[in-house]
């Protein structure tokens, strides 16, 4: 296999293209099943483990947008795209557990935070958003997801649905975070259906008070269907775009 990323002929960008094509068949013909717009899903490649040529090789396929699950990996890797790609208009999701330490590191990659599962974390984000502003850093409040904890349970992080209204206010109140929707993982002790089905009506309902928080960002590479049947808007795919991930996330 060619190690080049430097154009559009090599084995490894054939693979993605071709992958590309077949996530793309599989979301049109949930959104026909669904009597859904193909327009409002949006597919976010997760890059994790896999290095930043590889986002490159997605850069020059049309992609824009990246999902990272680590601070650590992920600011590297951004930084990294910038030198392979000078100009690309890549934008970056910060779409796993974050400390309330990183919150700092994560605003200066990170265009969306779709993570955001307690009022502490919230906070350590206003006050991030806040100090990179006053660097001269970044101009724009933070683009922000509360994830939601659909079972409730507090060890994969999220935060409970009864509590989604109030994190969301506090949000929508702080200036420096811009809510825009709604992120979950399916448990895995519940069906998708199941799981997607209640995290719909706790986003209709921050919908209601928040008509910014249109996005519900739902469904990976085994449950993509399920979260389009329930209204995702951004479907966020690893393994069934860039293929196994043989190391755990640095
Ligand atoms: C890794 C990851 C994904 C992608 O998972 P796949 O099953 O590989 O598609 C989606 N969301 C989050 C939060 C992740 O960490």
Do not use: Y
């Amino acid at each position: 296999m060619s190690a080049r990323s430097d154009g559009a002929g090599d084995v490894r960008t054939a693979e993605l293209a071709a992958a590309l094509a077949a996530l793309r068949e599989r979301i049109a013909a949930a959104c026909a099943a669904a009597g859904r717009d193909p327009d409002g899903v949006r597919l976010l490649p997760v890059t994790k483990t896999f290095p930043a040529e590889d986002v490159a090789r997605l850069v020059d396929l049309g992609q824009a947008e990246f999902g990272e699950n680590k601070e650590q990996e992920a600011g590297p890797k951004a930084a990294e795209l910038a030198r392979l790609r000078p100009g690309a208009p890549a934008r970056w999701h910060m779409v796993g557990r974050l400390q309330r330490n990183k919150a700092r590191a994560v605003v200066r990659w990170a265009g969306v935070v779709q993570s955001v599962d307690s009022p502490r974390l919230a906070d350590a984000l206003v006050r991030a958003v806040a100090a990179a502003r006053e660097a001269g850093e970044r101009s724009e409040p933070l683009d922000v997801l509360v994830q939601a904890s659909i079972d409730g349970d507090p060890a994969r992080g999220g935060c409970p649905l009864p509590d989604l209204p109030a994190l969301a206010d506090k949000i929508a109140q702080s200036g420096e975070l811009t809510l825009r929707g709604v992120m979950a993982v399916a448990p895995r002790e519940m069906t998708p259906d199941a799981a997607f089905s209640a995290l719909a009506t706790a986003a209709d309902r921050l919908r209601n008070d928040h008509p910014s928080a249109v996005e519900l960002s739902a469904g990976m590479s085994g449950d993509l269907e399920q979260a389009i049947a329930h209204g995702s808007t951004w479907v966020r795919v690893g393994t069934a775009l860039l293929g196994g991930r043989r190391l755990a996330s640095p």
